[in-house]
């Protein structure tokens, strides 16, 4: 009897912790589509003297937006990709940045959920770290499509950011503590031959922006992940790449593919899924 009920006891605990878990996934899905729509305002306005306060407004008939069209996501597909007054084409990277964040925060706080049932302050510091530092790799991604260029202003921050993680994050999550000189070089280490590339190649293999962007990554997921997504970028790129050729009469090899995005990319999929390809590290 008394089985029966522990039984039942569990599985109504474990019945509440399913029942938390998909409203807290609910909860950090919405919170990254949110963040997402002010990342797209971040990406769009970088680098022009707009602020990034005052209302967004169509960019072809200038219209203030009402707040049902600034419904991160579904608002897109509510409208069909279109402009409610002049029906010119809304461009799809607005949802996309929109779920990109939206399916990284939900990553994130997948990630570290035990953390957040057992040390709540543990995980708020996590994932306000991590969700801080991959929604820059976010809008250094879509910056460098759009300009393709890394701003100095986004790339110094993500290194400061992920230079200070070497304090606050060893391999088994939060810890403040003083980084070993491996954690320290895990950066350097990574960075120098994408340098080397720069440097032969006078910037045509890789530009310098790709080199600092993995010196961050370096310190930000370490030197295992870092090197799994450095080859995961080569591998995402060239797939791109050669996809860009075969549907795209207009793309020779001479086109230019930003390599940023797919750094950005590799570093976000290496980290959440724990990407280690080289095994002595
Ligand atoms: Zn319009």
């Not at 402009?83 to 799809?92: A, D, G, L, T």
């Not at 990109?100 to 510091?125: D, M, R």
């Not at 990574?190 to 310098?208: C, D, E, H, N």
Request: glycine share 8%.
């Amino acid at each position: 009897m008394a089985l029966l009920f522990g039984l039942m006891l569990y599985n109504e605990n474990s019945c509440v912790l399913t029942y938390m878990i998909s409203i807290f996934t609910i909860f950090f899905l919405t919170l990254g589509l949110t963040i997402g729509s002010f990342l797209n305002v971040v990406i769009y306005r970088l680098g022009t003297h707009r602020s990034l306060g005052g209302r967004s407004a169509c960019l072809s008939c200038q219209k203030v937006l009402s707040w049902f069209e600034l419904v991160p996501f579904f608002s897109f597909i509510f409208l069909s990709g279109r402009c409610r007054s002049c029906k010119s084409r809304i461009s799809v990277i607005y949802p996309a940045v929109e779920l990109i964040t939206g399916f990284v925060f939900t990553g994130i706080y997948l990630k570290f959920q035990e953390v957040l049932f057992f040390n709540p302050p543990a995980f708020l510091a996590t994932f306000s770290y991590y969700a801080t530092a991959f929604s820059l790799l976010v809008v250094i991604s879509f910056y460098d499509l759009r300009h393709k260029i890394v701003p100095d202003s986004l790339a110094l921050s993500l290194g400061i950011l992920s230079f200070l993680g070497l304090f606050l994050f060893d391999g088994s999550g939060f810890h403040l503590h003083l980084p070993s000189l491996f954690e320290f070089l895990s950066g350097p280490l990574i960075a120098v031959p994408f340098a080397l590339f720069w440097l032969v190649s006078k910037g045509v293999w890789m530009g310098l922006g790709d080199a600092k962007l993995i010196l961050s990554m370096g310190w930000l997921i370490g030197i295992s992940r870092a090197l799994s997504a450095a080859v995961l970028s080569f591998w995402s790129g060239a797939v791109f790449g050669i996809m860009l050729i075969l549907f795209s009469g207009k793309h020779g090899l001479k086109s230019e593919i930003p390599f940023a995005p797919f750094l950005a990319f590799s570093a976000i999929v290496a980290f959440l899924f724990e990407l280690h390809i080289f095994p002595f590290f």
